[in-house]
């Protein structure tokens, strides 16, 4: 029996199994696989695991999105986190490259996926509060939101989650060293049946300006002189 004799519900089930790019290659080879790739059934669920990938054509961002993760764990992501001010011309050269890629990517899930249920995102270093705020206001449903390593993440994020995340059932934020304590504290009680977690982020140094900076050091060398 040839794979093209299958009903659409065989095939939609054969397919996935299959990873982006096997289904992708797998389309290619005769229009009624090409019409199975295209059903936005099979595309409820998205992994990528770097950034680059948000850039390929082998999946299909739609309606029908619930579970969207984004992981990128490598060791470029250390450059992405250094404190813009503090990156030298190579390593902006490098964030550069990609430092909109998934911001993009995420404002295209809000105009394109308003049924999202869940969203994962670690080492993304340049998505920032404005774009999560944009999601949970475009996306009502989301009932999961996880950030880790995500740097420029700030406690708006956790004011927008209390503001437009009526369906919010968990918020992880994960080792964001910018997410104070008195944010912590704001969610759990004004949205006391969210479950959140922030695994070391209100204990990491959080960012700082180099006028902010250079004033520590002054007030430090101040205080060794008395």
């Known amino acids: 029996m040839h794979i093209t004799q299958l009903n659409r519900e065989c095939l939609l089930h054969l397919f996935s199994f299959l990873d982006k790019n096997s289904r992708k290659s797998l389309a290619e080879t005769c229009h009624k696989l090409l019409e199975v790739f295209q059903d936005p059934l099979l595309w409820s669920l998205l992994n990528f695991h770097s950034p680059m990938e948000l850039k390929k054509d082998n999946f299909l961002l739609g309606p029908a999105l619930k579970y969207l993760s984004i992981c990128w764990y490598s060791e470029r992501v250390k450059v992405c986190n250094i404190e813009d001010w503090m990156k030298n011309s190579f390593q902006k050269d490098f964030c550069n490259r990609h430092e909109n890629t998934v911001t993009d990517f995420l404002l295209e899930v809000c105009n394109r996926c308003p049924n999202l249920l869940s969203l994962t995102l670690s080492g993304c ?64 009680a004004k949205c006391p049946s969210v479950t959140l977690r922030a695994e070391r982020s209100a204990n990491m140094i959080p960012d700082n300006k180099p006028g902010k900076k250079l004033m520590l050091e002054k007030a430090s060398r101040k205080l060794v002189q008395l």
């Open 125 to 188: 270093g340049h998505v920032t509060d404005d774009c999560i705020l944009l999601l949970l206001k475009n996306c009502p449903n989301l009932r999961t939101l996880k950030l880790e390593n995500c740097v420029r993440i700030t406690d708006q994020t956790l004011e927008a989650a209390t503001l437009y995340g009526s369906s919010l059932q968990t918020l992880h934020v994960d080792f964001c060293r910018n997410i104070t304590q008195t944010g912590l504290e704001r969610v759990r």
